[in-house]
């Protein structure tokens, strides 16, 4: 989490991970680029790219190689 602003509570472990989050919270990213451009809340994320552009996403689980790699739900 390095660009990203007002991520509150949440871990990123790994190469990039969650480094454009924005206004997140409670999120878990573990892999390079897990939850990388996330804007949604409560979601984990393990694995290369999983739920790599979460755009507005809650409550979401996923694991694996760029699983739920665009999630957008509005």
Do not use: H, K, P, Q
């Amino acid at each position: 989490m390095t660009t990203g602003t007002y991520n509150y509570a949440s871990v990123a472990i790994g190469n990039e991970a969650m480094t454009a989050a924005n206004n997140t919270y409670y999120n878990v990213a573990v892999g390079m680029y897990a939850l990388r451009v996330s804007t949604g809340s409560y979601n984990m994320g393990i694995g290369y790219g999983a739920l790599y552009s979460n755009s507005s996403g809650y409550y979401n689980s996923s694991a694996g190689f760029y699983s739920m790699l665009y999630r957008d739900w509005e």
